[in-house]
Structure formats: C-alpha cells, structure tokens
C-alpha cells in the first residue's frame, strides 16, 4: 500500500525566511510525485511533477526535489501570498491512476 | 493550464434531499475523473475513480448506492449524494485527468456540502 507521510504538520514563517517542508513515500515503484497547493475553501493547485530521484523543478520561489525515498519543497524568500496548505501526493505502478495524498502542510507566512 | 469548473460551490439543504454535483473539464478531454471528500484539516480521500463510459470503481468503505457516480461523457462526471443525512456533510472534490498516464490531476474548486 502506498504511503506519503509530510512534516511539519504546520509550519509558520516571517516574511523573505526560506525553509523547506518534507514528504516521504513508499511506494511500489514510483510513476509520478506531485505537489499541489490548497488555498481555504479551494481545491487543489498543481504545482509540479516529478518522476526520477534526482528530478528538480522550480517555480517562482518554490523548487521541489526528489530522492528515492523523499521529496522537499523548498521556499526561498517567502512571500505572505504563499500561505497556503502544500499537499504531496504519489502514484505507483499498480495500475490506478489515482494519487494518494499526504496530510500536507499549513504554511503561514507573516509580513 | 487545464481548467476544472466544480458546481455547486456551495449547498445546504434538509436531510433527506438528494444533492447532485457537476464537474466539468473546460478545455481538455477527461478521461478519468476522481471524487474526493476532505474534512477539516485533513487530506482528501478518494471516494471512487470514473472512467468515461464506465461504471465506477468505489474505494472500500465507500456505499456506491449512496454516492452515484456517472461519467457519460469526456468533459462531465456527476456525484449525485442520495437521500443525504447530517453525517455527509464534508468537502467534495472533483479532479480530471487526460488520455496520457502520467499527467497530472487537475482539481476542481469543490462544493461544501452542509446537511441540517
């Protein structure tokens, strides 16, 4: 069974103060990790794929990367607007196309 | 990017009602559409998984004859909640995804479903 775990559960940030929320996985054989974000009341953003250890993608302040057995989600130079819940999800190679989804982390950033 | 519309946004209604939600892909054609269900502070769960034409594959747990899914065409899937009670009140959430594999899911906005 596939699992995504993410941490911090919550995590709050000053204004231009970079860090970097985790998502670890198993999975059977990894076909896809992918990063959403989820604004209140809204649903999911996609932000990135990533199909390979060592895969990177960036985005305006946002750079996710991946190993075998995590990805981060780095954040440089916060910015208010980029409070929000981050979500990882994965999906492996057992056939189904749907994604199972870690808990996410509740990113606040203050001015 | 690829575009979801999710309708209602928002519903309330006495128990008892059956409550249908549309979810919609504007400009590309899904073929598998998932519904989810989030509560507060936590990640969605999958409900089902609807492949255009097809009946629906229900997660464990999930009653089909509760929650009816039809996908009839590429750019609509229905949820219809039948004879909602106060317990089904949640978050529901729709998302497509196109004829290649590893594409990624695009989300609908969702419909707060709230039952008296």
């Known amino acids: 069974e596939d699992q995504v775990t993410q941490s911090p559960e919550a995590l709050r940030l000053q204004e231009g103060e970079s860090s970097s929320l985790n998502c670890s996985y198993t999975?059977?054989?990894?076909?896809?990790l992918f990063w959403y974000r989820q604004d209140p009341g809204k649903g999911p953003e996609f932000l990135f794929t990533?199909?390979?250890a060592g895969e990177e993608k960036e985005k305006e302040r946002l750079k996710a990367t991946l190993t075998k057995k995590e990805s981060f989600l780095h954040i440089t130079a916060p910015k208010p607007e980029d409070s929000a819940t981050y979500l990882c999800?994965?999906?492996?190679?057992?056939?189904?196309?749907?994604?199972?989804f870690g808990s996410g982390t509740r990113l606040q950033v203050q001015p | 990017g690829a575009v979801v519309s999710q309708h209602p946004s928002r519903v309330i209604c006495k128990s008892g009602t059956s409550v249908k939600i549309e979810c919609r892909s504007l400009?590309?054609?899904?073929?598998?559409m998932f519904w989810y269900r989030q509560f507060p502070k936590q990640s969605l769960m999958l409900m089902a998984t609807?492949?255009?034409?097809?009946?629906?594959?229900?997660e464990q747990g999930v009653e089909k004859d509760k929650f009816l899914i039809n996908h009839a065409s590429l750019t609509l899937s229905t949820l219809t909640v039948t004879s909602a009670h106060p317990e089904d009140s949640s978050f529901y959430i729709c998302?497509?995804?196109?004829?290649?594999?590893?594409?990624?899911?695009?989300f609908g906005d969702g419909t707060r479903l709230s039952i008296l």
């Open positions: 998302s497509a995804s196109g004829r290649e594999r590893d594409q990624p899911q695009h």
């Open positions: 999975v059977s054989g990894l076909r896809g």
């Open positions: 990533l199909y390979s």
């Open positions: 999800a994965v999906r492996g190679h057992t056939g189904r196309r749907a994604l199972t």
């Open positions: 400009d590309f054609q899904a073929t598998t």
């Open positions: 609807s492949n255009e034409g097809s009946k629906a594959t229900y």
